[in-house]
């Protein structure tokens, strides 16, 4: 049986979740919900980073000692992902005691291998990206992406070796050209390595909140090495429950654009330095931007762009839970940036979903009404929408496969698109009861049906509301996707009810 075992980056809890938040974590739960379609045993991972200096401030502004903020914090990335329908199989916490255990283990390690090592650090640091900067990268002495003004640090601390890895990553990279997809941000990591590596510091001594230095109890570590670790953390490295060999050779990160060089670079390295090898796969997404600029606490901060009208629980009131997971994989293809907006949202809803998909199902159940006394039909085997289902079919699985919840999607549309201009051109509406309204109905449903199983790994509510709604009992994902979309499997015979509309038409 093949595995898959994706994760989203852990969310830092220095304020609430925001809806480039819920980006990244709909695509990872809409491919976690493809390969458990799909037959695949499947592990979905998100969770929230807690340690650090930014999550330190916060809680002191905000009057509360930080692992209480943090538990607030946290909560409220456990609500919004449920708000959304997020099937993660684990939520990690950096504050657990796993994660210290599997931290310090796997560092222990890397200490023991002969990578860490004493030094004292000069450099630049912003509090937002918890990251250093050299006078080069830095933007006239400002933080090149949040544009705040760096603050000079030096401290000594504990390095890694992170320079020993060059050759060794350059190898791995040539080796494993699909390591790190879309290609553009792969040859971004690997113009990083080619442009040399320096060593890192990995630990504190300024802050306290952090995982302590199992060697030495002046330091904490740093904490991107201690977030990086979570992904080890899940499947139980170094403690008994150890299930690294079933999951790590399957691993799959979904990150943002901005943390590649975590990522695709440290993160192989330390992997290799405690003797692992590094995860297999980074699927690297853009952002999504408000009017151009990419979220942030800092905008909101400075009145730009609200983000309790960007909230993803507001948003699934407003426009409903479904809709929204279809926007956030339907609008952007994974890997570059997209546009964020009301409209856009309202745009899709209208089109995509009340025109195209909603008033499919609700033409089809108004004739079955008007010229079938409310009975369904079964189709026609050798209609011509059977090709076009399997085209659908084919395509759409490919998209999935290759991390395109878009392709799968837009596939999936083409569908509904032949469907409803099959319906046109036969307009059963205006045929006489009797057979040949009954071959094009039962067509119709048929095609339906197949619909809803590919909508099932973006829209799992609208996919079963469709399901039911077309008289079929149990669950659309009781059978794995090859099974359930083999044309031909609708029986009819059974009474269909017109029901509401699935989508009522928005206000533009
Ligand atoms: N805590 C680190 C990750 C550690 S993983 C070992 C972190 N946290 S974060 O909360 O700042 O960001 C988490 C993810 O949210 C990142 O992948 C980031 O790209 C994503 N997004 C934050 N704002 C975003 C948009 N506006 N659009 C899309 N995703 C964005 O980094």
Known sequence: MARFYITTPIFYVNDAPHVGHAYCTVNADAMARWHRLNGDETKFLTGTDEHGQKVAEAAEKNGLEPLAWADQTSKRFRDAWDALDISYDDFIRTTEPRHYETVQKFLTKVYENGYIYKDVYRGLYCVSCEDYYTEESADAGKCPIHAKPLTEMEEENWFFKLSAFEDKLREYYDAHPDFVTPHTKRNEAYSFIKGGLKDISITRTSIKWGIPVPWDDQHVFYVWYDALINYLTAIGYGREDDEVEKWWPHSHHLIGKEIIRFHCVWWPAMCMAAGLEPVSHVQVHGWLLVGGQKLSKTMAAEGSVRLADIAPVQLTTEFGVDPIRYYLLRETSLGNDGDFSHEGITARYNTDLANNLGNLVARVAAVVTSKCEGVAPSPYVNSTLRESAAEAVRTAAEGWNRFSPQAGLEATWGLIGETNAYLENHAPWKMEPGEE????????????????????????????EIWNRIGLSGQVTDELFAERTKWGQFRGGHRIEKGQPLFPRMAD
């Open 437 to 464: 309204v009954e071959i094009v109905l039962g067509d119709a449903l048929e095609a339906i049906r197949i619909v809803a199983v590919l909508i099932a790994p973006a829209m799992p509510s609208v996919a079963q």
